[in-house]
């Protein structure tokens, strides 16, 4: 089968540099540490995802939230707790131009259109896809045979049927959803959860979809 997706193991963003300061004969080893640089794109996403405080660019992102959830597309929470915060650069000016999203559709996937404007008029414009987590067994609809997620052993099929869990990592510039054949509740440490890119999830339909569309004339 043709690889869909291959995403490394999760690693950390965080790099340590030594400095070496010398004075009076007597030499000084500082080790400094280097975090993520702040993004400087007219719109930013901030959150603490796993411990980690994060400040990139929402475009292009996948999201994850729990139905009949409260939706603001500048100001939400997905479904592992964290509160996602889309802010303007400074000076700049953030409006919705159009938001698909409806919480109340469990696997339902929607998307958020939005805009920067500087002082100057000049406009910038993102876009980002939320799903909303479905209830039940959920279908993989992946774009080519199997895909590759976070780990080792983290491949899934064509087909498959997982429950989707409340987990979410955020690694590769992308976030993962945790995903089990045995239960939508289990936890992230769970030797039953596999991490595939939230995006995967967002495309596919669910089972009763699927049943639904086959019932069709």
């Known amino acids: ?9 999760d690693t950390t963003s965080t790099q340590q540099s030594t400095t070496t300061t ?8 500082t080790t400094a540490t280097a975090t993520t640089p702040v993004a400087t794109t007219p719109i930013s996403v901030d959150f603490t995802l796993n411990g980690e405080t994060h ?3 929402p475009d292009g992102l996948y999201f994850q939230v729990a139905p009949n959830s409260t939706f603001n597309p500048t100001d939400f929470t997905g ?5 996602f915060k ?27 259109k939005l805009t920067a ?18 209830e039940g067994l959920f279908q993989l609809n992946l774009p080519m045979n199997y895909a590759l997620g976070l780990g080792d052993t983290d491949t899934v099929y064509q087909g498959e049927q997982y429950y989707i869990t409340n987990n979410v990592k955020f690694a590769r510039g992308e ?9 939508q509740n289990a936890s992230a440490t769970s030797n039953s ?8 999830l967002a495309n596919s339909k669910t089972q009763f979809q699927m049943l639904k569309l086959r019932q069709l004339p």
């Open 193 to 200: 959860v596999k991490w595939i890119a939230t995006k995967y």
């Open 1 to 9: 089968p043709t690889l869909a997706s291959t995403v490394q193991a």
């Open 79 to 83: 479904t592992s707790g964290v509160e």
């Open 22 to 29: 010398t004075t009076n004969t007597q030499t000084t080893n």
């Open 175 to 183: 976030f993962f959803t945790g995903i089990s054949k045995q239960s």
């Open 117 to 134: 404007t500087d002082a100057a008029g000049k406009a910038t414009s993102i876009s980002y896809t939320v799903f909303v987590k479905p």
């Open 86 to 112: 889309l802010t303007g650069a400074k000076g700049m000016k953030v409006t919705v131009d159009s938001n698909s999203v409806d919480t109340s559709k469990a696997g339902s996937t929607g998307v958020v």
């Open 55 to 57: 400040t990139v660019s």
